[in-house]
């Protein structure tokens, strides 16, 4: 039913309820059928170039495959329903493995298209094209699928690198804004620190993005609640989406800001993530005793093990949780 609605109705409050489907890695689901949804995760992760490092060891497939689906359905065993696995299109992204994945697990997983950030990302061929040959790319991996899979991508990821959107991440952002509005499909984002997303909020509206359906990732990144405001009150949605990673920022701060931004009513635009890694591709993480210590978190039930409980301890209400887990996906998705 490519590009076909489901027909749109209207709730008794107006809101519309029924719209295109949504890809999943194994097929269209309608945003009602989500549940409950960790926004940003992955499965295996390799950066560009790793399929040359003859001398990493060799990538294991189906022993990698057995670790993502009981990794799967331990989470799912927790009450998740799908997983959004915004790996761009150059750094070992593999749909293939993913519907695999989902269909093992029975955890219904979205891919991506999109490019990563220029300093991680295989730039050079694409460096040389224009914003709308990128697009192009995008719209044609949405409509008809990535390579010869038949696997559609559901979402459009982009990517900036620390207090700066180099020329060629501005390409890629004005094409994710484009493919966006060609095909009705959202836009998520990677951040650095907790710096960028204001200005890239601003190549999409200058490109008429519609910016509800945006996610700012890895706000967390930052405890600046004049940083999340400033981006909240253009209406999009901030990524609470690396708890876990205590190394690059501590989970306190990132709860202590969550819970600020919910106690003053902005439980409609946040989502919570950890982006883990289930397995690397090449040679992954360089893990010392010390940061062993600082990552022991970072696995895709500790949101429901330990931070939702730390949020009702604070005071956050079953309504407010639900509505970052299971309702503002569902929004995010629906067009
Ligand atoms: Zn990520």
Redesign the pocket.
């Known amino acids: 039913m490519s590009g076909s609605t489901l027909g749109a109705q209207l709730a008794p409050g107006g809101e519309r309820i029924a719209m295109k489907p949504i890809n999943t890695v194994t097929g269209t689901v309608i945003p009602e059928q989500l549940g409950t949804t960790l926004m ?1 995760e ?1 499965l295996p992760i390799g950066w560009a170039g790793w399929e040359l490092d003859c001398a990493a060891p060799k990538f294991e497939r189906k022993s990698a495959l057995k670790n993502c689906v009981e990794r799967l359905k331990e989470v799912r065993d927790l009450g998740l329903e799908t997983f959004v696995d ?1 790996c761009p299109m150059d750094i070992g992204r593999d749909v293939n493995f993913m519907a695999e994945a989902a269909s093992a697990s029975g955890v219904r997983i979205i891919c991506a298209t999109g490019l990563y950030k220029e300093d991680l990302g295989n730039t050079a061929y694409f460096k040389q094209r224009t914003i709308d040959d990128v697009a192009s790319v995008y719209i044609s991996e949405i409509n008809k699928g990535v390579g010869d899979t038949g696997i559609k991508a559901g979402i459009i990821k982009c990517a900036t690198g620390k207090r700066q959107i180099t020329k060629y991440e501005e390409m890629c952002l004005r094409a994710a804004a484009r493919a966006h509005k060609t095909t009705g499909a959202p836009i998520t984002t ?1 951040t650095e620190d907790g710096t960028m997303g204001r200005e890239q909020l601003e190549i999409f509206a200058s490109e008429g993005a519609d910016l509800t359906r945006v996610i700012i990732g890895h706000s967390c990144g930052s405890s600046d609640l004049s940083y999340h405001a400033a981006m909240l009150d253009r209406g999009c949605i901030l990524g609470f989406d690396r708890f876990g990673l205590d190394f690059l920022h501590p989970d306190k701060l990132r709860l202590a800001a969550l819970i600020g931004l919910l106690g003053v009513g902005y439980e409609n635009q946040l989502v919570l993530s950890h ?1 883990t890694v289930a397995c690397w591709l090449g040679r992954g993480l360089d893990v010392t005793p010390e940061t062993a210590k600082l990552v022991a978190n970072w696995t895709p039930t500790h949101v429901f093990k330990n931070i939702v409980p730390a949020l009702k301890r604070a005071g956050v209400g079953e309504a407010k949780i639900r509505t970052m887990l299971v309702e503002n996906p569902r929004r995010y998705f629906q067009n």
């Open positions: 940003h992955h915004p990677h982006d």
